[in-house]
Every structure is written in structure tokens, then in C-alpha cells.
């Protein structure tokens, strides 16, 4: 495994008296597409909203092997992105005008937009192939497009690792898969440490690198998709009783539910 782009340390964290995650430990390959799944109210997004901190928590989260909290907001901003649920653009705003927000950390009164700056997002429109749509307004596109906006956004943040919580909420299969190889091809191709949440199994198995399984706060088991989803864990964690067979298209495990 590579070494650890993300990491915590008896990381406890929730929302109210009772804890959601409770001292839990773990390491974030670098460079590798790392996938949260487990059934619902286990944690995944109050993991992911811990470990860029925008959530308070007890415990350490270590980003590239330095304290989170003792990074300097602005320099996190430049390390980490995060791509929240089901996000929404303010109305009347174009596809350039959200990507170009991805350049606000970059952003003073002493610096303002630069050829840096233009130069990220032309990039980022690119990466995402929505380079012809930047006059666009975000309410006239399709859902997989406007989703692709907002990774493009992340983009321009130019950070090496990225935090996406369900980039594929409320998107049909067609429109997931290609939000998903979109993310693949971050991760082969410009080496982005990627961390999301996902809800569909078999999606999951078929572009991550690394599995997290979460249960009642704690790490299940984590570890390869083959090394990790088995008949017993879907039984024990999701309560599912189901066969694990190869993937015809890509040789790895695929769930098929009895």
C-alpha cells in the first residue's frame, strides 16, 4: 500500500451527545481512488466532513503526515478539497464563473486573478470535457454535466486530494459510471489522492483501489475490494445475503444478491 495521504488517530466525532465515529483509527493510500461504504447512519460523510475538518472531532486526523489543526486554513485549502452532497450554485451562475470559484484560496487583496489562475480553470474545463460549455448557464445542463462542473471546480482548487461525498446522488446509472471513470481518470492520470462516499456496492468495488467498510462507528475491514468483500461481510455489515462472483468485464468480485 502507498504511503498514508490521509490518516487518523482515535478520531471520535458526531453531531450531538452521542458520538457517530468513535475511535477510530485509519490510513488513506496517496495516490489511489479510496471508497467510504457501508449501510446508512454508519458515518461515511461524518468521516469524510472530519478529516477536512468541517467537522469538530476528538482525536488526531493527520494530512500528509502533519496535524490538520495545526495547518493554516488557506494552506489546507491548497492540500484538500472537499465536494459536498448535493451541492447547490447560486442561480444565474455559469459553468466557468463555479469552476473559476475553485481559485478562491489562491485569492488576496495583495493577489488577485492571474494568468495562473485562468490557465487552471481552461484546464479544468478540459479535464472534465466541458471546455465548450463555459458560457453556459449551470441550470441548463444535464445532471451528469452539472455534476461534472463541480468536480471541475474542485479541480481548479488544484489540490492533491480530493473529498467527494456521493458524487453520484440523484444521478442515473448512465450518468454514475461516468462521473465514476471521470474520477478514475483523475487518479491515473494526474495522480489525485481521491476519497468519496458511494452507496452502490458494486460501483464502489469496480473504481476504487482501496474499500473502507464502516459499521457502528468503528472500521469494519478496509483493504483491496478483493481482499475485502465477502459473502460473511455483506451479512455482518449490511445485513445482505448475497454471492460474490467474478466480474465478467473486469475480473474482480461482483455482488449478486440472492
Known amino acids: 500500500m502507498s504511503p498514508a495521504r490521509l490518516a487518523t488517530r482515535s478520531l471520535t466525532a458526531g453531531y450531538g451527545q452521542e458520538p457517530v465515529l468513535c475511535d477510530l483509527d485509519l490510513e488513506v493510500p496517496?495516490?489511489?481512488?479510496?471508497?467510504?461504504?457501508?449501510?446508512?447512519?454508519?458515518?461515511?460523510?461524518?468521516?469524510?466532513?472530519?478529516?477536512?475538518?468541517?467537522l469538530p472531532y476528538e482525536g488526531?486526523?493527520?494530512?500528509?503526515?502533519?496535524?490538520?489543526?495545526?495547518?493554516?486554513?488557506?494552506?489546507?485549502?491548497?492540500?484538500?478539497t472537499m465536494l459536498p452532497q448535493a451541492p447547490v450554485a447560486p442561480e444565474g451562475l455559469?459553468?466557468?464563473?463555479?469552476?473559476?470559484?475553485?481559485?478562491?484560496?489562491?485569492?488576496?487583496?495583495?493577489?488577485?486573478?492571474?494568468?495562473?489562475?485562468?490557465?487552471?480553470?481552461?484546464?479544468?474545463?478540459?479535464?472534465?470535457?466541458?471546455s465548450h460549455l463555459g458560457t453556459r448557464p449551470i441550470s441548463a445542463l444535464s445532471g451528469g454535466q452539472r455534476q461534472r462542473v463541480w468536480i471541475a471546480m474542485a479541480l481548479a482548487q488544484d489540490t492533491p486530494t480530493l473529498l467527494l461525498d456521493e458524487p453520484t446522488t440523484y444521478l442515473?446509472?448512465?450518468?454514475?459510471?461516468?462521473?465514476?471513470?471521470?474520477?478514475r481518470r483523475l487518479q491515473s492520470e494526474q495522480g489525485k489522492t481521491v476519497v468519496m462516499v458511494l452507496h452502490d456496492l458494486n460501483l464502489a468495488i469496480r473504481f476504487s483501489d482501496h474499500l473502507v467498510v464502516l459499521g457502528d462507528g468503528v472500521v469494519a475491514a478496509q483493504g483491496t475490494p478483493q481482499d475485502v468483500v465477502t459473502p460473511e461481510l455483506l451479512h455482518e455489515v449490511f445485513g445482505l445475503d448475497a454471492l460474490v462472483v467474478q466480474d465478467p468485464?473486469?475480473?474482480g468480485p461482483l455482488i449478486v444478491p440472492r
Open 30 to 54: 496517496a495516490g489511489a481512488v479510496t471508497t467510504l461504504i457501508g449501510p446508512n447512519g454508519c458515518g461515511k460523510s461524518t468521516l469524510l466532513k472530519s478529516l477536512c475538518g468541517l
Open 60 to 80: 488526531t486526523v493527520e494530512l500528509e503526515g502533519r496535524d490538520l489543526r495545526g495547518i493554516r486554513r488557506p494552506d489546507r485549502a491548497r492540500r484538500l
Open 94 to 130: 455559469t459553468v466557468a464563473g463555479l469552476v473559476a470559484r475553485g481559485r478562491h484560496p489562491y485569492q488576496s487583496w495583495m493577489s488577485r486573478w492571474s494568468a495562473q489562475d485562468e490557465q487552471e480553470v481552461r484546464r479544468a474545463l478540459h479535464a472534465t470535457g466541458l
Open 172 to 183: 442515473d446509472l448512465a450518468y454514475s459510471i461516468e462521473v465514476l471513470r471521470l474520477v
Open 249 to 251: 468485464a473486469t475480473g
